[in-house]
Protein backbone atom coordinates (compact mmCIF):
# COMPACT_ATOMS: atom_id res chain seq x y z
CA UNK A 1 0.00 0.00 0.00
CA UNK A 2 2.87 2.47 0.87
CA UNK A 3 4.47 1.60 -2.30
CA UNK A 4 1.05 2.72 -4.44
CA UNK A 5 1.21 5.38 -2.58
CA UNK A 6 4.40 6.38 -3.21
CA UNK A 7 3.95 6.12 -7.14
CA UNK A 8 0.83 8.06 -6.94
CA UNK A 9 2.43 10.76 -5.66
CA UNK A 10 5.65 10.15 -7.58
CA UNK A 11 3.28 10.09 -11.10
CA UNK A 12 1.55 13.04 -9.30
CA UNK A 13 4.72 15.85 -9.16
CA UNK A 14 5.81 14.61 -12.71
CA UNK A 15 6.07 17.93 -14.83
CA UNK A 16 3.92 16.53 -17.65
CA UNK A 17 1.13 15.51 -14.95
CA UNK A 18 0.32 19.23 -14.04
CA UNK A 19 -3.31 20.66 -14.43
CA UNK A 20 -3.79 22.07 -17.78
CA UNK A 21 -3.10 25.37 -18.91
CA UNK A 22 -6.24 28.14 -17.75
CA UNK A 23 -6.63 31.66 -19.26
CA UNK A 24 -5.79 31.93 -15.16
CA UNK A 25 -2.52 31.07 -15.18
CA UNK A 26 0.65 33.58 -15.10
CA UNK A 27 2.41 33.62 -18.58
CA UNK A 28 5.56 32.95 -17.11
CA UNK A 29 3.21 29.66 -16.68
CA UNK A 30 2.55 29.63 -20.61
CA UNK A 31 6.09 30.24 -21.31
CA UNK A 32 7.18 27.11 -19.18
CA UNK A 33 4.43 24.74 -20.94
CA UNK A 34 5.05 22.23 -23.84
CA UNK A 35 3.86 23.74 -27.13
CA UNK A 36 1.24 20.95 -27.35
CA UNK A 37 -0.86 22.44 -24.06
CA UNK A 38 0.15 26.11 -25.14
CA UNK A 39 -1.64 24.97 -28.58
CA UNK A 40 -4.94 23.39 -27.07
CA UNK A 41 -5.71 27.02 -25.16
CA UNK A 42 -4.87 28.79 -27.89
CA UNK A 43 -7.38 26.69 -30.06
CA UNK A 44 -10.05 27.46 -27.74
CA UNK A 45 -9.36 31.19 -28.31
CA UNK A 46 -9.38 30.76 -31.71
CA UNK A 47 -13.06 28.86 -31.50
CA UNK A 48 -14.54 31.37 -29.35
CA UNK A 49 -13.02 34.74 -31.33
CA UNK A 50 -13.05 33.66 -34.87
CA UNK A 51 -16.62 35.29 -35.45
CA UNK A 52 -15.39 38.57 -34.04
CA UNK A 53 -12.84 39.24 -36.54
CA UNK A 54 -11.65 35.44 -39.04
CA UNK A 55 -7.37 36.72 -38.42
CA UNK A 56 -8.41 35.09 -34.65
CA UNK A 57 -6.53 31.90 -35.38
CA UNK A 58 -5.00 29.47 -33.20
CA UNK A 59 -1.82 30.35 -34.80
CA UNK A 60 -2.33 34.28 -34.13
CA UNK A 61 -2.87 33.32 -30.42
CA UNK A 62 0.06 31.67 -29.74
CA UNK A 63 2.18 33.76 -31.63
CA UNK A 64 0.57 36.93 -29.91
CA UNK A 65 0.65 35.61 -26.63
CA UNK A 66 3.99 34.47 -26.80
CA UNK A 67 5.09 37.69 -27.99
CA UNK A 68 3.60 39.42 -25.02
CA UNK A 69 5.07 36.79 -22.58
CA UNK A 70 8.40 37.94 -23.88
CA UNK A 71 8.21 41.40 -22.02
CA UNK A 72 9.96 41.49 -19.23
CA UNK A 73 7.66 42.98 -16.89
CA UNK A 74 4.79 40.55 -17.90
CA UNK A 75 6.03 37.42 -16.49
CA UNK A 76 3.44 38.06 -13.25
CA UNK A 77 0.27 38.98 -16.02
CA UNK A 78 -1.93 36.40 -16.32
CA UNK A 79 -2.76 34.41 -19.81
CA UNK A 80 -6.37 36.30 -19.82
CA UNK A 81 -4.55 39.86 -19.59
CA UNK A 82 -2.59 38.88 -23.23
CA UNK A 83 -5.65 37.72 -24.48
CA UNK A 84 -7.04 41.07 -24.36
CA UNK A 85 -4.32 42.76 -25.51
CA UNK A 86 -4.52 40.41 -28.42
CA UNK A 87 -7.62 41.03 -29.23
CA UNK A 88 -7.61 44.55 -28.80
CA UNK A 89 -4.27 45.29 -30.55
CA UNK A 90 -5.97 42.92 -33.73
CA UNK A 91 -9.06 45.19 -33.40
CA UNK A 92 -6.89 48.33 -33.63
CA UNK A 93 -5.17 47.06 -36.23
CA UNK A 94 -7.74 46.55 -38.49
CA UNK A 95 -10.39 48.91 -37.39
CA UNK A 96 -13.04 47.24 -36.03
CA UNK A 97 -14.35 47.79 -32.29
CA UNK A 98 -13.37 51.93 -32.83
CA UNK A 99 -16.45 54.14 -32.50
CA UNK A 100 -17.91 55.43 -35.28
CA UNK A 101 -17.88 58.97 -34.80
Given at each position: ?12 L ?13 L ?18 G ?31 K ?16 GK ?5
Open positions: MLRFSALFLAAALPGAAHALSMTDTDAWRQSPAMERLQLATRFKSFVSVNESFTAGYFVRCIDDVAGYSNAQKAIEDALRECVASQLRMTGMADD
